[in-house]
């Protein structure tokens, strides 16, 4: 059973740093893309982050790039999200999903979410 369960969040002050986890399961990175999205209450979800395990490229959002980091580690099934210099707009929740060799940043390609983690930051 496929599966994808995120870690790491929490509450943070401006500046800070967090980093996310996305554990797989029932399935290997090897041949996916995997996503980091991210939502607030009453706007749509928004593409953060995503790493394609075909060769290891990385993608990000305007609003998070030089801030943020994406890597994976193919023997733990884990991609990670590294967050530096948060700033409170960055508060939401965070999902990670699974997406063909192709996705990119849109919700619509991808196809099994995790639950997701809140991040919050805020002095």
């Known amino acids: 059973q496929l599966q994808l369960v995120e870690s790491g969040g929490g509450l943070v002050q401006p500046g800070g740093s967090l980093r996310l986890s996305c554990a797989a399961s029932?399935?290997?990175?090897?041949?996916?893309?995997i996503g980091w999205f991210r939502q607030v209450p009453g706007k749509e979800r928004e593409g953060v982050s995503c790493?394609?395990?075909?060769?290891?490229?990385?993608y990000y959002a305007d609003s998070v790039k030089g801030r943020f980091t994406i890597s994976r580690d193919n023997a733990k099934n884990t991609v990670y999200l590294q967050m530096n210099s948060l700033k409170p707009e960055d508060t939401a929740v965070y999902y990670c999903?699974?997406?063909?060799?192709?996705?990119?940043?849109?919700?619509?390609?991808?196809?099994?979410w995790g639950q997701g983690t809140q991040v919050t930051v805020s002095s």
């Open positions: 029932g399935f290997t990175l090897d041949y996916y893309v």
């Open positions: 999903a699974v997406g063909p060799y192709r996705s990119g940043l849109h919700p619509y390609e991808y196809d099994y």
């Open positions: 790493i394609r395990s075909s060769d290891g490229s990385t």
